[in-house]
């Protein structure tokens, strides 16, 4: 058996999920984001696992009470230098895209890497990530942010991957939240470690505080009646990505493997699907199980995780729908939701699979695992 909260792969369930309406697209608005702050959360005992410890932190911002509260401990947050804004637009109250190019965005503070060579176990010169710089690049097919470091001579350490986008419209807070942090191809190829090359070992967040250029915040528009007829609710797996491990029991090469991975959701239907969180029953569900098929042709599964439990929408367009462009307790029309690899085997949302009937796909709230 897999470790609870840790496992893998197969199909997307959505379960428990109720029909609701939908509302039709609103004018544009530009926002400028001129503060914010990176909130890291490192897995410690998985950077030992290959080898690293964290030898040097100097944190500038603490993380806000809604990051402490879904991200796992430690967490290392670091404050965005005065610089230019980034601007972005947003449609019916909800991010629609990024403006005026790639832009950088700087950040005081940082963090440095002790780690061992593989054999020997000596250590090795520190690799540093301080005074770094955030690049968002809206033309990136799919992860729009990269760490840069300043100092060309150093390469970076990490790579951001799996990034989902969430605008608050009445507070003004644009998050690119919940990426999966990986170690970077040049950082394992100079410690001539190439098989580090994309190793997950934590997760990413970025918090900006932005103000429309002109007038007052546009508010989302009330669901109207859905766009079709009937109403077809129809929730689809998009993309199923970025296999990482997330844990070991038992010695090496022996012992179980926790695994993860980043998955898409798109509502190819007609109406808004319900998105809440624990404890509302309208909440969906991911379940993650690993087949592999045998010499003789027979299908085997492997391992499984517990059921991850859902408990927030997104307004991306990756499924290339058209997104209405809303969000939040609810996946819009056309619109598209990400959770990364490490959101997904994060044990503050796992609950287990015996919860759920998986014939009617109720979940009852009470007596539950969250209750």
Request: aromatic share 8%.
């Amino acid at each position: 058996m897999t470790k609870p909260g840790l496992g893998f792969i197969s199909f997307l369930a959505f379960l428990g999920i109720l029909l609701t309406t939908s509302g039709g697209f609103a004018a544009t608005q530009t926002w400028r984001a001129t503060e914010g702050k990176i909130t890291l959360s490192l897995d410690s005992t998985h950077l030992e696992n290959l080898g690293m410890t964290i030898e040097e932190v100097r944190t500038t911002a603490s993380a806000s009470r809604l990051r402490q509260h879904v991200m796992e401990p430690p967490l290392y947050s670091f404050r965005m230098s005065p610089g230019p804004p980034l601007e972005f637009e947003t449609r019916n109250g909800g991010f629609h895209r990024f403006q005026n190019g790639t832009a950088a965005l700087s950040f005081d503070g940082g963090l440095a890497f002790r780690t061992f060579h593989p054999r020997t176990k000596a250590a090795l010169t520190p690799l540093s990530l301080f005074d770094f710089a955030i690049e968002v690049d809206p033309d990136a097919e799919r992860d729009v942010v990269r760490i840069v470091s300043r100092d060309s001579g150093l390469p970076v350490p990490l790579e951001v991957r799996s990034t989902a986008i969430r605008f608050t419209w009445n507070t003004g807070e644009l998050a690119i939240m919940m990426g999966d942090l990986l170690i970077s191809k040049a950082w394992a190829d100079l410690l001539e470690q190439p098989y580090l090359a994309g190793q997950w070992i934590g997760v990413f967040d970025l918090e900006l505080a932005a103000k429309p250029a002109t007038g007052e915040a546009i508010a989302p528009e009330p669901p109207a009646e859905g766009r079709g007829d009937p109403p077809d609710l129809d929730v689809t797996l998009g993309e199923l990505y970025g296999i990482t491990s997330q844990g070991h029991i038992g010695t090496h090469p022996t012992g179980t493997a926790g695994l993860s991975a980043a998955t898409t959701s798109c509502n190819t239907g007609n109406v808004r699907v319900p998105w809440d969180a624990p404890m509302a029953e309208t909440h969906p569900l991911i379940g993650l199980a690993l087949f592999r098929i045998d010499s003789d042709g027979i299908l085997e599964m492997i391992g499984q995780n517990w059921l991850k439990h859902g408990f927030l929408a997104l307004a991306n367009d990756q499924c290339n729908l058209g997104c209405e462009g809303c969000g939040g307790n609810v996946l819009c029309i056309g619109c598209s939701d990400t959770y990364s690899a490490g959101n997904n085997g994060s044990r503050h949302y796992l609950g287990p699979r015996w919860e759920v009937n998986p014939f009617t796909a109720e979940w009852e709230a009470c007596g539950s695992h969250f209750d």
